[in-house]
């Protein structure tokens, strides 16, 4: 009698399931994430954060860190070459094979070997052209001198540096040395 009583008391009080936006909802969640991307038995790069979330559309995959990250490149010897650090980041790879990397709040790359420093509150990537750019406020630091201003430019290796908007920097000259343009100073500075 209580299976029958059951029976008739849930009919018609099941509603139906609130629609989901699946593009909304993390495919995969990672804890504690630390990766390490190598060749040939050397490392090349390795990757720790908090949290990742991967998320995928129609058009693209994309990759959260809501807790920031840290990167650490190495050379081809397997000595560390640089360090990023961000409060958060997001990588997107389109399915035409683009991929983008934004990071964001208080960036900060570190060229140890060059002892250059870059900081910025947005840094863009794109790994498929090999450039990286912001349309911010941005430090660098380097041994040749300090310089700042909004928006930059560059390639991967930190080569061809152009701020678009310099203000108040400066360069160390050696007289022996060639002219230092201080608006296209290449490279960041060592801050003291």
């Known amino acids: 009698m209580a299976g029958l009583f059951g029976l008739f008391s849930c009919r018609g009080k099941l509603g139906q399931a609130d629609r989901i936006d699946l593009s909304q909802v993390p495919v995969q969640q990672v804890r504690d994430m630390f990766v390490v991307d190598s060749e040939n038995g050397r490392i090349k790069m390795r990757m720790e954060g908090g949290a990742m979330e991967r998320y995928e559309t129609d058009t693209s995959s994309y990759e959260v860190f809501p807790e920031g990250f840290f990167v650490y490149i190495y050379d081809e ?7 990023i650090t961000a409060q958060k980041a997001r990588h997107t790879k389109s399915k035409k094979g683009d991929e983008i990397w934004m990071v964001t709040g208080d960036v900060v790359t570190n060229n140890i070997k060059a002892r250059e420093v870059m900081e910025s509150d947005t840094i863009y990537w794109d790994r498929t052209n090999e450039v990286y750019w912001t349309d911010c406020y941005v430090k660098m630091y380097s041994p040749d001198g300090f310089v ?10 930190e080569h061809n540096s152009v701020i678009f908007r310099p203000f108040n920097s400066y360069a160390f000259v050696d007289e022996e040395q060639e002219p230092v343009d201080s608006v296209n100073l290449i490279g960041p500075i060592l801050k003291k």
């Open 77 to 83: 010897l397997g000595d560390l070459q640089t360090t």
């Open 148 to 157: 700042q201003g909004y928006g930059m430019r560059s390639n991967q290796k």
